[in-house]
């Protein structure tokens, strides 16, 4: 059973007009104290948008909404840093966006501040959730350095082993599923910073 502080999901097909391959609406402020930011991929194609506003009760809502993506389940993290810096390449895998930094927070998966549900992408490469957690505000998101929305190659199984799958005669998570719940390389980023 996933694990989630006051988080809910909607997941929808999303509906462009003109198909999938039909530009997304360019961000634009969010009201009150929220923001709006494109989702790029590897090669700088715009294949999102993310908007992060808030929900009220100490929460905040974020939407995504994508095109052009593979289709499945995708690990959906915020990151440390508000920088999506493709060239910036992980020293261990190569993938891009290192510069994203890890995931918002500390401690083990699924405990991070930016463990998000999974973002299901429709088979035309299209998809769209929005989630309400309490585990971080919009204003954290947004100052400083600002934040990542990143989304990943795979699922994220968010720490869900089961005691019978077994590693080095070792039941439960590994340090891999604890560091980003094996969702793999980094495939998307939105930079999430409030404007100057």
Avoid: W
């Avoid at 991070?112 to 998101?141: A, C, F």
């Amino acid at each position: 059973m996933l694990r989630y502080a006051a988080v809910s999901l909607t997941l929808a097909s999303l509906a462009v007009a003109g198909g999938a391959g039909a530009a997304l609406a360019s961000p634009s402020p969010s009201p009150g104290n929220g923001v709006s930011a494109e989702l790029k991929d590897a090669e700088g194609r715009t294949v999102g948008t993310v908007q992060v506003e808030d929900a009220g009760d100490g929460k905040t809502r974020v939407t995504v909404k994508t095109r052009d993506l593979p289709p499945g389940f995708h690990g959906l993290h915020l990151h440390a840093k508000g920088v999506c810096d493709a060239s910036a390449k992980d020293p261990k895998t190569g993938g891009p966006f290192a510069s994203a930094g890890a995931h918002l927070g500390s401690g083990d998966h699924p405990d991070h501040e930016g463990d998000l549900p999974d973002l299901l992408v429709n088979k035309d490469g299209t998809g769209e959730g929005s989630y309400v957690t309490d585990r971080v505000q919009v204003d954290k998101l947004v100052g400083g350095e600002g934040t990542a929305v990143l989304v990943h190659e795979k699922p994220d199984n968010h720490g869900n082993i089961p005691e019978r799958y077994r590693v080095d005669g070792k039941g439960g998570p590994d340090a891999e599923t604890r560091k980003a719940g094996d969702s793999g390389g980094r495939i998307a980023c939105a930079e999430l910073k409030r404007p100057r």
